[in-house]
């Protein structure tokens, strides 16, 4: 079973990984056979005296957090990467936004050629060419009035 304590200070330190997380989906996971496996094994709490074992009030603390668990199992890949920067970590399909942008990342270059028809049927200039940097795209003929004003 995982260090849950440790990987649950990883995480309020703002220092944990996509791992780290599915470590802690792991150990939760694996608490309902943890208390049974304790409760079987202890022996019976002292009754006759009306009071609770120490086990007993732990594994009375112990509990299984399925929400958290499930919402990690649908947000994280299962083969995740150990940091954040090389992506991957969060599964297709758990948020249209991050899928949205990457697919924009993706098809960029489609996306600027489509742009750039659109632009040619909404000027009607079929003779502009367009000139494109990595963050810019302008036509040529922008870029001629632009000179002609200065």
Known sequence: MPDLERQATRVLSGAATPRDLLAIRRALEQTPALRAAVE???????RESGERSPLAALLAELEPCDDVSSLIAQAINEDAPAALSTGGVIRPGFSAELDGILIASRDAKTWVANLEKTERE?????????ATTRSLAITRSDARQCRRRA
Not at 122 to 130: E, H, I, L, P
């Open 40 to 46: 079987s094994a202890s022996p019976g709490s002292s």
């Open 122 to 130: 909404r000027t009607a200039s079929r003779r502009s060419r367009w």
